[in-house]
């Protein structure tokens, strides 16, 4: 479940990275 939840935050680090951007040229 460890290596799990690791993958998970990864994913959702690498889809902040690149949502962040996005939201920041949105406003």
């Known amino acids: 479940l460890y290596v799990v939840n690791m993958g998970i935050a990864e994913v959702l680090q690498a889809t902040g990275n ?10």
């Open 18 to 27: 690149m949502l962040l951007p996005g939201l920041w040229m949105a406003l």
